[in-house]
């Protein structure tokens, strides 16, 4: 996180979506946070771990879309936990250029 902080322009966050859950009351905020550094990748890819709060820790390259296509259709996720990856995918989509190969993302109200 030191090195990330040292220059502000290797990292960026944004707020992809805000929802309101009527099940539960709560806000959800997806986000999305991209480090645009390849030197980040360089140095720490292999060091990245859970948290405590994780079972377990699964990477999935942005240009693979046949493999986040697979994971987007598992039936483990919350409906939260889903909108937040579909936001934050739909925008690394949009932002990505030729560092991403995903799947078009759309979203709409159904009747």
């Known amino acids: 996180m030191k090195w990330l902080a ?3 322009a290797r990292l960026r ?3 992809t979506g805000f929802g309101l ?4 009351g709560n806000y959800e905020f997806a986000s999305l946070v991209v480090i645009d550094d390849e030197e980040f ?3 720490f890819g292999g060091h990245i771990e859970a948290n405590w709060e994780a079972s377990g820790l699964r990477l999935y390259s ?3 879309g046949d493999l986040v296509s697979e994971l987007i259709t598992q039936e483990t996720w919350s409906n939260e936990g889903l909108f937040a990856l579909l936001q934050g995918l739909r925008r690394l989509r949009e932002i990505g250029g030729d560092r991403v190969s995903l ?3 759309e979203w709409r109200l159904s009747d």
């Open 6 to 8: 040292e220059e502000p």
């Open 41 to 43: 990748w360089r140095r």
């Open 13 to 15: 966050m944004e707020c």
């Open 21 to 24: 859950n009527l099940v539960s």
């Open 103 to 105: 799947p078009p993302i």
């Open 62 to 64: 942005s240009l693979d």
